[in-house]
């Protein structure tokens, strides 16, 4: 034979013989009578295989899977190869059995049997055999809730009881119960320690439960100034336990501001207004907050204000927040208020305080009347304090917000001393309706309670921050309520645009008057690299006068964050 046809034969060879080696087989199981077959077809197993040994491995898996059902005695009688491509295995299932009784020592934890089952009687229960796996993981799982992550359940002296009923001694095997010896911050080194021990609830010395800990690592989420870069890891030695957890620093100060322009009805000139608002959060490393705003109204009104939060102070659940805001109104009046509270903060999203408020006012005219004039008053006040954030989305970084406060205390001037009552409240919520559609509303309103009033010391409102289409401040009240509301639609992640539908009531003693208005328009909102630019065109009335296009407002603010 040629050298040539004996090479063409030798390669004809190699791939007959590899097509060989790579054809699968089959599999086909059976139990000892037709309805044996059917419970193992009802459990399921594959039926092609790459080899023997894949094949071997899922009839011992099937096996494992019947005496998790119940079917304990099960054996496998045989496996035939029926020819070069097909297997078929023999089953011999027996009686199910369907409950289980467990006995346990006396000195067992019952504590920690009870919450998990109740029903106990003479140092023993029944399950489902079905039930028997998912106990022995939770009841393992809770005992490593109390320090000893390494301990083991073993079902001993196990003992077929009747043909329905089997028998089976719990015992544990326990290690040296671990508690939290050091905690190291991998990542962010200079995060607060204080927010550890408070905010997280991690402390050294506690025992050592890993499924508790990632719960408590996942309350960084709710955190502005730090995230989670992975899950916590824990080293364990002979007599310590550390656990690492790996934190970054995220960037929290934001820029504010916008810049409104209308048309002033009396002189039919274009007006403009804006403010700046400035957050520093965490600049320290303390989780401090600190404000700086300032706005300048259209019609002639200047808002000065700096506060500072300093949460968990000396590692202690306590937050002091001091702040000075200062007003003015033309060349009328300037009102200086001053205020510090002590929060308690109670877990992540909630807190209550205490303080003292006092402000000075100053009448810039030349002569006092009965309704402007100099004052001072003082407030001893509580409030409290509810946020839930969802800081994984950058355009609505809030969900939930409540504030509400009281303050009781007397305001003095030359006409003597008034006691006074006032309470404010501010609060809103997002719905999402889905990953495109929300709805925002928000509810904010205040009432000063008091035997007289002064023009300096009643509220002003209006403006993008509270009802729309009106001028900034520009709304003078004794009590007053505002509705805002939008509904929002997120053309993609960046960007969305909303409507404007919003609505009021407020009362002004002074003047004797009660007034409803109304807002209506619609806004955009971008997210780009400079940070979250909005647009707001919206038009306000009151109850008795219809919409006029003039008195529209636009409004265009920037939040950058850096």
Same mark, same amino acid.
């Given at each position: 034979m040629p050298f040539y046809n004996r090479i063409i034969l030798f390669v004809l060879f190699l791939i007959s013989w590899n097509q060989g080696i790579s054809q699968s087989i089959n599999l086909k199981i059976n139990g000892e009578n037709a309805s044996s077959t059917k419970?193992?077809?009802s459990i399921g197993y594959p039926n092609t295989y790459d080899d023997y040994k894949s094949l071997q491995t899922e009839i011992n898996t099937l096996k494992e899977k019947l005496t998790k059902h119940g079917y304990i005695d099960t054996t496998i009688e045989n496996i035939i190869q029926q020819n070069d491509t097909l297997f078929k295995a023999d089953f011999i299932l027996g009686k199910r059995i369907n409950r289980i009784k467990i006995t346990y020592e006396s000195d067992f934890n019952v504590e920690l049997l009870n919450s998990i089952h109740r029903s106990q009687k003479n140092n023993s229960f029944e399950l489902k055999i079905t039930e028997l796996e998912g106990y022995l993981k939770d009841l393992n799982s809770r005992i490593a809730e109390e320090g000893d992550p390494f301990s083991t359940l073993q079902l001993v002296a196990i003992t077929k009881l009747n043909s329905d009923l089997i028998s089976a001694d719990l015992k544990i095997v326990t290690n040296q119960k671990r508690r939290i010896d050091k905690i190291i911050i991998k990542g962010y080194e200079k995060f607060p320690k204080s927010y550890?021990?408070?905010?997280?609830k991690l402390k050294t010395g506690k025992y050592f439960n890993l499924n508790a800990i990632k719960e408590k690592i996942e309350l960084l989420e709710e955190l502005r100034f730090a995230s989670k870069i992975k899950d916590p890891e824990v080293l364990f030695t002979q007599d310590s336990t550390t656990l690492y957890l790996y934190i970054e620093k995220s960037r929290t100060n934001n820029f504010d501001g916008f810049l409104g322009f209308g048309t002033n009805e009396d002189t039919n000139k274009i007006e403009f207004d804006g403010y700046v608002d400035l957050r520093l959060i965490n600049n320290l490393n303390y989780g401090e907050t600190i404000n700086l705003f300032y706005k300048s109204d259209e019609i002639d009104q200047q808002t000065f204000s700096v506060d500072a939060n300093l949460p968990y102070l000396f590692g202690s659940p306590v937050e002091l927040e001091v702040g000075l805001n200062i007003f003015r109104k033309d060349s009328t009046f300037l009102n200086a208020k001053q205020y510090a509270n002590i929060n308690y903060l109670i877990n992540a999203q909630h807190k209550v305080g205490v303080g003292i408020t006092s402000t000075t006012s100053t009448n810039l005219l030349e002569d006092d009347t009965d309704i402007l004039n100099d004052y001072t008053s003082s407030y001893f006040t509580l409030n409290y304090n509810y946020t839930k954030p969802q800081f994984s989305d950058p355009l609505f970084p809030i969900n939930f917000w409540f504030d509400f406060s009281s303050g009781f205390g007397d305001r003095i001037n030359d006409l003597g001393k008034q006691s006074q009552r006032v309470f404010s409240l501010d609060t809103y919520k997002i719905f999402n309706l889905n990953n495109k559609n929300s709805f925002y509303a928000r509810i904010n309103g205040a009432t000063l309670a008091s035997n007289d009033y002064l023009d300096n010391e009643l509220f002003r409102f209006g403006g993008i921050n509270s009802i729309r289409g009106f001028?900034?401040? /520009? #709304?003078?009240?004794?009590? $007053?309520?505002? #509705? /805002? !509301?939008? $509904?929002?639609?997120? +053309? /993609? !992640?960046g960007i969305y645009v909303h409507s404007v539908l919003d609505a009021a009531y407020f009362e002004n003693k002074l003047t004797d008057s009660k007034e409803k208005l109304f807002g209506f328009g619609?806004? #955009?909102?971008? +997210?780009t690299n400079a940070g979250l630019f909005r647009l707001n065109y919206s038009s306000g009335k009151t109850e008795n006068r219809p919409f006029k296009l003039s008195d529209s407002k636009v409004h265009i603010s920037l939040t950058a964050t850096f």
């Open positions: 419970i193992i077809d550890i021990k408070r905010f997280m001028e900034e401040n /520009s #709304l003078v009240a004794n009590l $007053y309520g505002v #509705l /805002s !509301t939008e $509904y929002r639609y997120r +053309l /993609s !992640t619609f806004g #955009l909102g971008l +997210l």
